[in-house]
Structures are given as C-alpha cells and as structure tokens.
C-alpha cells in the first residue's frame, strides 16, 4: 500500500492529452514539493518533473505537472507512442521516519 | 559521462548478507547526499535509505532499519548497504539515486543508476 495514491492504468492515443493524479495528504503533498518519474520499459526511473511544474533540461514540454492542495497531476499533450512507460510521483513527508514516499505508479498504454 | 553504476547484486539465502555498491562518475561526488531505492519484480519504487555529502544524516526505511547499513566513501567515489538478515521479501532490483542537495532534507532524485538484482531465495 503505497503512501501516494495514483490510478494503476491510463491510455490514450497519439496526439491525445492524458493527465495522471497523485493523491497524499497534508504531511507530505500538502506541504512539500511533487516530482514525477518516468519509467520506461526495462530502463531505470528518470526525474520527469520536480518541484511541482519545472522540467529538466531535455523534458520536452508537452510534460506539465501541477499541484492543488493535497493532490497533483502530470499531463501529457500530443502524446506520442514513445511516451508509453510507467510514471510515478514522488513526495517528501514531514511524519514518516522514512521520508521519501512514492505512489504506486500508473502505466501508461499508447493505444 | 554523469553515471552511477551499481554492481554486488545476486543469489543469496534468506538469513545471509549482501554489500552492494555504488561507483559514482562526471559530478563531485561528496557535494551530495545519496539513496537507495528499490522496485520489487513488477512493483513500485520503495526508498530503502539515504545518506548526507558528509554522512552527518542517515537514514532508513522502517522495512530495513536494524538490518541494513548505508555507507559512503567520498575518496572512492563510492555509496554502499550492507544488506544482513536478508529476507525474500528484500527480492528486488537496487537503484543508486543522487540527490539534488547536499543535506538529507526534502530533496529529489535527480540521477538514477541502472540498478543491481538481489534475490533472496532458499
């Protein structure tokens, strides 16, 4: 049972916009930054998106995050087939003795 | 090349030790803290534990406190976890993580290794 709460699946087809939620609670997304983790199949997490909305450099910007409250998203516009992975977000909280807490991650189908 | 490389991952009994490693490459090493993460087969991302540049701060996931111990050594470039008392449930693949900061305070992982298998199997 993950500390973040996420949908397991997601889809959508080339071109379309898909967004993903994160769902915490006040000691961890409600006080503190989000980061998303991209996942491609068969290859280590990749920071994607940290302190709630900034990219890396080489993100392309069809990646957005956003936070309200205790819960974030992370959108995906005009996706591409290349894009299919599985996303996880991330949180610091302020209760737990072991910090860093992830969702459980959401994967993402290209159809 | 920017680059953490894992390696000391393998078979190991439920009971016996493990010592993982983490050679780091292309960035100042000890102006750093750094993690372990783990992602059991078909599983999410669990943090197993985190060190500071200085290893002033160290901590652990309650799965693994009492069992696991995180080291670095600055000189060598290097992050460690001695894994004893290993259990199936430890079964995963290991990711060596930077982290943004120096200190171990709400920071990110903002460059992962490929990982090490360790798999705890009788």
């Known amino acids: 049972q993950s500390v973040l709460t996420q949908p397991p699946s997601a889809s959508g087809t080339p071109g379309q916009r898909v967004t993903i939620s994160c769902s915490g609670s006040?000691?961890?997304?409600?006080?503190?930054?989000v980061y998303w983790y991209q996942q491609l199949p068969g290859t280590a997490p990749k920071l994607l998106i940290y302190r709630n909305n900034q990219r890396p450099s080489g993100v392309p910007d069809r990646f957005s995050g956003s936070k309200s409250g205790t819960s974030a998203s992370l959108a995906i516009s005009g996706l591409r087939s290349e894009d299919e992975a599985d996303y996880y977000c991330a949180a610091w909280d302020d209760s737990l003795s072991a910090p860093w807490v992830f969702g459980g991650g959401t994967k993402l189908t290209v159809l | 090349e920017v680059q953490l490389v894992e390696s000391g991952g393998g078979l190991v009994q439920p009971g016996r030790s493990l010592r993982l490693s983490c050679a780091a490459s292309g960035f100042t090493f000890d102006d750093y803290a750094m993690h372990w993460v783990r992602q059991a087969p078909g599983k999410g991302l669990e943090w197993v534990s985190g060190?500071?540049?200085?290893?002033?701060?160290?901590g652990y996931a309650d799965s693994v406190k009492g069992r696991f111990t995180i080291s670095r050594d600055n000189a060598k470039n290097s992050l460690y976890l001695q894994m004893n008392s290993l259990r199936a449930e430890d079964t995963a693949l290991y990711y060596c993580?930077?982290?943004?900061?120096?200190?171990?305070?709400?920071?990110?992982?903002?460059?992962w290794g490929r990982g090490t298998l360790v798999t705890v199997s009788s």
């Open positions: 060190i500071s540049w200085n290893s002033g701060s160290i």
């Open positions: 993580a930077k982290d943004f900061y120096a200190a171990m305070v709400n920071g990110y992982f903002d460059l």
């Open positions: 006040s000691s961890n997304i409600g006080s503190n930054y």
